[in-house]
């Protein structure tokens, strides 16, 4: 049985950088996408990106592109979320998913991951 565990979170100023991380556990993650999704208090989870378990490709949502680059070791059954040029519409928390998928083919369903951590902290602060 898989786990995932993210960390990196915190307070950051607007304009700032911050980089999460997520490990996976008890199994191995390399055959699936991973992604990473938030969620703001009274707002329901969105999705901000994602990566093949290829590495070959990417999506992110509108809202971050050009400014957060996902990323993923494989050998070391993690993937990372450089946020860059953060925002205060950005806090929120944020957690990293696992979704069994073909090479090269990802999502950003929330409904299509089946393992997801338990979320880390981003406030961003103006």
């Known amino acids: 049985q898989g786990m995932l565990l993210e960390s990196g979170g915190g307070l950051v100023q607007a304009g700032g950088s911050l980089r999460l991380s997520c490990v996976g556990s008890g199994r191995t993650f390399n055959r699936y996408a991973m992604g990473w999704f938030r969620q703001a208090i009274g707002k329901e989870r969105e999705f901000v990106a994602a990566i093949s378990w290829a590495t070959s490709t990417f999506a992110y949502a509108d809202s971050v592109k050009g400014r957060f680059t996902i990323s993923r070791d494989l050998a070391k059954n993690m993937v990372f979320l450089q946020m860059n040029s953060v925002e205060p519409e950005d806090t929120a928390v944020y957690f990293c998913?696992?979704?069994?998928?073909?090479?090269?083919?990802?999502?950003?369903?929330?409904?299509?991951?089946?393992?997801w951590g338990q979320g880390t902290q981003v406030t961003v602060s103006s």
């Open positions: 998913a696992a979704a069994r998928r073909e090479w090269g083919s990802l999502s950003s369903k929330a409904n299509e991951y089946s393992y």
